[in-house]
């Protein structure tokens, strides 16, 4: 498939997985489709499994845009939890189409988690609460992490769903890898797929065949001799190096620091909280406990800025200076952005209270990096070093980066880092063949129809077609926004508030703003936080039976003695769920 019949498909509103070879277009075909959205005054949500495939893709986590974090299961409490967070629920609340860079890395434990969230929040049992989603990747890269009891408990491990037809095993007994097209959601999801047949980073054609020969696990001896070819001990200056080990990556990494003049600044991680919490913060954190670094030193920021969205986990740059006021690294960013590299947190947290917390500049040194940390870049010319590669993908990533075979210098390489997981090359030749069924069904609907069905979606989402704009003013799909459709003057909790003053029910509410009533008791919560409406005088027209009323505000404020938090799941459960979650919601806009 071409990336203008992928294009075309995508327009239409279906939900897709995209998906090809390295090189054959996928970011830049979400590109264009991000710039027809916007063309149209849409803005979708872009996130990515992974910190450097965000940066890659301009986006969030999906990790952070939906509030699931680092959580491996999810419960009621969990949802409840996520709900109360009033900048989660704007976003997935707000959204129309999401998506999912490098979905490869994503498990199927997280991907069911996000269906859960989006469902949760938009009050909404339909996939990923009715939203577009478009998930990106190729499984032949790197697989999900996943932990070494949840492998053990393959094939077993539940995840919470409010609809009981959709709570699921996430891996097929024997697998030791839980791929995200294993999962609940994605099967319910049911997306068209979109295979893209061009290839646009390798212009080597002998170097593109050896690469295709990897794929389809069909390397030969000739294919072994052409990798002879690019042996090199040692890489030449100022060349991308790549490993598959930490160890060597911080090896190289000190090495070229001590090259550097100048004074050695040293930033030690401050710790709270039992040893046992601290260990395990520690563990997962990027940035190393004593963070040793000079001017000039090359870095990659550790952690997203959730607060000021400088910086994501993966943002590469270099130490131009530190800064007077506290002495913290200055970093100007391979984009050109300069930024103080302050202090930042990492923690766990249970019901709300803090257990644990370590803090820490929020850098390491990155003059080498990991293979995981280099998918999704193009390289002119990378060293590496595969002969520990460990993963299937591994060696087929860091091969892949390269646009030519003479931009490669290899020090060694084991027979592992040929190896392409044999499930995936099953599911791939499955993922093909539905691609070309797709390809096949849209080439036969006539133009005119096809635009039909991309002026609807627009509008469905809220948005202009392009078609209907004045010409001069709007440029080619691909070309980025050129006209912004007028808001309504106010703001949409002003147009909230307007509505409740006429005293609409919820319904009719969400009917004349064209969203979910979960959207507007969303509304409702900030308007009545924020005190610019009255509960008692404002939303009394809302039918309350008094009993029910009664019932829901005793459990309510029983789980708020106890939590000190009105918190809608535990409440439901000890009202043995004989009330629905918009009806605890309505409640407890009465109790704020």
């Not at 095993?169 to 999962?183: I, R």
């Not at 969205?309 to 740059?317: F, S």
């Not at 509960?535 to 039976?545: C, I, K, S, T």
């Amino acid at each position: 498939m071409t990336q203008a019949e992928a294009l075309a498909i995508l327009k239409t509103g279906a939900n897709v997985f995209l998906t090809g070879e390295p090189g054959s277009g996928k970011t830049h075909t979400v590109n264009q489709y991000v710039a027809y959205l916007r063309s149209s005054g849409i803005e979708p949500a872009i996130t990515a499994s992974t910190g450097i495939a965000a940066t890659h893709i301009g986006g969030f986590t999906i990790h952070s845009w939906s509030g699931i974090g680092v959580r491996r299961a999810l419960t009621p409490y969990d949802l409840d939890h996520i709900g109360q967070n009033r900048n989660i629920v704007r976003r997935v609340g707000n959204a129309r189409i999401l998506i999912i860079d490098e979905i490869s890395m994503l498990s199927a434990t997280a991907l069911d988690m996000v269906d859960a969230v989006c469902r949760e929040i938009r009050r909404n049992k339909e996939p990923f609460g009715g939203l577009q989603v478009i998930l990106v990747g190729d499984f032949f890269q790197l697989p999900p992490i996943v932990p070494r009891e949840d492998r053990e408990d393959s094939g077993k491990q539940e995840l919470f769903s409010q609809d009981s037809n959709r709570t699921s095993v996430h891996t097929k007994p024997g697998t030791d890898t839980q791929f995200a097209f294993l999962s609940a959601a994605w099967n319910a999801l049911n997306p068209l797929i979109c295979y893209l047949s061009e290839q646009h980073r390798q212009g080597d054609a002998v170097f593109l065949e050896f690469l295709s020969a990897v794929r389809r696990a069909t390397v030969t001896e000739p294919h072994r001799q052409l990798l002879r070819t690019r042996y090199s001990p040692k890489p030449r200056d100022g060349i991308t190096q790549l490993y598959s080990h930490n160890a060597d990556v911080d090896e190289i990494n000190g090495g070229e620091l001590e090259k550097l003049s100048g004074e050695t600044k040293t930033f030690d991680m401050e710790s709270r909280g039992p040893e046992k919490l601290v260990f395990s913060l520690k563990r997962g954190c990027l940035s190393p406990e004593k963070l040793l670094i000079k001017i000039g030193a090359r870095v990659i920021f550790t952690k997203n800025d959730i607060t000021r969205h400088r910086y994501v986990n993966g943002t590469l740059g270099h130490v131009i200076g530190f800064s007077k006021k506290d002495g913290f690294p200055i970093v100007k960013t391979n984009a050109g952005k300069t930024i103080v590299a302050e202090p930042d947190e990492w923690r766990i947290e249970d019901g709300g209270r803090v257990l644990a917390r370590i803090t820490q500049v929020p850098l390491r040194l990155a003059w080498a990096m990991t293979v995981h940390k280099s998918q999704g870049m193009s390289l002119d010319a990378a060293h590496m070093d595969l002969s520990d590669t460990f993963e299937y993908g591994q060696g087929y990533v860091a091969l892949s980066r390269v646009r030519a075979l003479s931009g490669l210098s290899l020090a060694g390489l084991n027979a592992r880092a040929l190896e392409v997981h044999p499930e995936v090359r099953l599911k791939d030749a499955e993922f093909q063949e539905q691609s070309d069924r797709a390809r096949q069904t849209f080439a036969e609907l006539p133009a005119p129809k096809l635009s039909v069905m991309h002026a609807n979606f627009v509008l469905a989402c809220g948005g202009l077609p392009v078609a209907s704009k004045n010409t001069a003013q709007v440029g080619k799909p691909g070309m980025g926004r050129v006209v912004t459709p007028p808001k309504k003057a106010g703001g949409t909790y002003e147009m909230t508030r307007t509505l409740v003053l006429r005293k609409l029910s919820l319904k009719d509410m969400a009917k004349e703003k064209g969203v979910t009533v979960g959207t507007i008791m969303s509304h409702l919560e900030k308007l009545v936080a924020e005190k610019k409406i009255d509960p008692l005088r404002d939303l009394a027209h809302f039918e309350q039976n008094p009993v029910r009323f009664e019932e829901m505000k005793k459990a309510l404020e029983a789980v708020f003695k106890k939590e000190k938090k009105i918190l809608l799941a535990p409440a439901r459960e000890l009202l043995g769920k004989r009330y629905s979650y918009d009806e605890l919601r309505l409640a407890r806009l009465f109790m704020v």
